[in-house]
């Protein structure tokens, strides 16, 4: 039987659940991730507690516990449980605390996660401008833009543009190049004011060709010729206008967000 | 000046930024943050470590450095740098070690953010599906969502739903709640079969009269007292057809879609 794990947290539990997840996935070994969000009270801290008590005798053996838990009596229940507690949040609050001779505030809420902050509404509206702006839909207000993702339909704008949008407040539009724009021989014309701020996508002739065969099978959109016509023409194109790009072929979306954050120098710069 | 606080990772370094950034939120000072990712060798990991005693030398007090390297060469590389180093893998790592009586993999690319595995193609879809159905864009193969987010225009339905699509492979629809429904006093018929699956969220009328207004200033639509309406009538027609709801109005969508995964039980359950 697969040990399990519990995530608690005074909030949603997401992140240390996403970290949890990326220690844990370095065991040879499938685990049960229980994620026991808003114990916000000691109240809820012991049925956690005996929630962990039970699997314990019910599974013959400890769980185990990650807790981000800042409360201190919340937190001291928890580790008073049956289980192997690995506590997220104390374990480096405290060095922290002696570097910076501060204390901490131990309040709850405090992440980027809460809703009443500028920071959340200013991913809210990020999201508002991606999806507006999602495969050129509108030219309007792409001055607003942080930046325009272009690249052949299927190469993973739209996903890139919401994850930026979602996680960063980053107001990203995206444009398809399609094969009007290579007869042309040029960027769409809406784009040409603002080519400082263009990051291209491009993809795999063969895996494009699979991604669209599941869309519209055996279409000449999906044909492995035609995916190799269009690439090679946004290549081309992409490096003749100085365009920055990359392949999104083996790449998820964090690792092509976090790329175009470091290009476009959105992230914060070093010095 | 602000202490400047590196994120190192062989990945992308978003989780350990989210995590590092929750830990530093609970301290009355602002910090600066620098994510390094793709720490993939160890000659990057001396280049890193070199930034890092640049910056101790240039702000004249160590930086602080939070590290989730699994390569212990690269690890012991910017250990021996001059800051204070919080290892937020191996501290965890090695007690899972005795605890399991195993010993980890130390493998790099191990999370949900690889591109080539099936629960990433599942995100993937889910964010198709999701933007497809989009406020009711299309009724076709909502017997395959997971789930169907109903309420009033503006009560925060589209980005919760490409959330949950984009972090958990959830696939979201989403269907308004608009007078032409409030007037038959009957839930959408493309609806009646998927009761099962509908889920609701409400706002408070003020704030949704706020949202409104600056997407359509001066409108009946935006009008508080249509707003009003609206909401009454969306809770009660969710009240009569026994269908789960929350208020949107003080949660973020990171709250919105853990209490949904939570309700319809798309979580691994405890038992």
Same mark, same amino acid.
């Given at each position: ?5 519990? /995530? ?6 997401? &992140?240390?659940?996403?970290?949890? %997840? ?19 009270? &000691? ?23 990650? &807790? ?24 480096? +609050? ?11 505030? %131990?309040?709850?809420?405090?992440? %980027? ?54 996680? @960063? ?24 004011? @603002?080519?400082?701020? /263009?990051?291209?996508?491009? /993809? ?16 000449? @959109? ?8 269009? +690439? ?17 072929? %083996? ?8 790329? /175009? ?8 710069? +070093? @010095?």
């Amino acid at each position: 039987m697969s040990p399990t794990v519990f /995530i608690v947290s005074d909030g949603t539990g997401i &992140t240390a659940e996403t970290f949890a %997840h990326s220690i844990l996935s370095q065991f040879d070994q499938k685990f049960r991730l229980v994620r026991v969000p808003f114990i916000d009270s &000691t109240d809820k801290a012991y049925s956690t507690a005996e929630k962990i008590n039970e699997a314990a005798v019910h599974e013959g053996r400890r769980p185990i516990v990650f &807790t981000t838990l800042v409360d201190s009596n919340s937190n001291e229940i928890l580790k008073r449980s049956n289980a192997l507690v690995l506590d997220m949040f104390q374990t480096f +609050v405290e060095p922290l605390e002696q570097e910076l001779e501060l204390k901490s505030s %131990h309040a709850m809420g405090r992440g %980027h996660q809460n809703a009443d902050t500028d920071e959340y509404k200013n991913r809210i509206e990020a999201i508002n401008f991606s999806l507006a702006h999602d495969d050129g839909q509108s030219d309007r207000n792409l001055n607003d833009a942080d930046v325009i993702l272009v690249g052949v339909s299927r190469s993973g704008k739209t996903p890139t543009s919401l994850y930026l949008a979602m996680q @960063y407040g980053v107001k990203a539009a995206n444009y398809p190049l399609i094969p009007d724009d290579f007869e042309r021989g040029k960027l769409p014309n809406s784009l040409l004011p @603002y080519r400082g701020k /263009i990051f291209g996508l491009s /993809i795999d002739p063969q895996r494009l060709t699979e991604i669209r065969n599941e869309r519209r099978p055996g279409s000449k @959109y999906a044909a492995l010729e035609n995916c190799r016509y269009e +690439v090679n023409e946004a290549e081309a194109m992409m490096r003749r206008e100085n365009i920055k790009w990359l392949s999104s072929t %083996h790449k998820s979306i964090e690792e092509i967000a976090t790329t /175009i954050l470091q290009e476009i120098r959105l992230d914060k710069p +070093v @010095y």
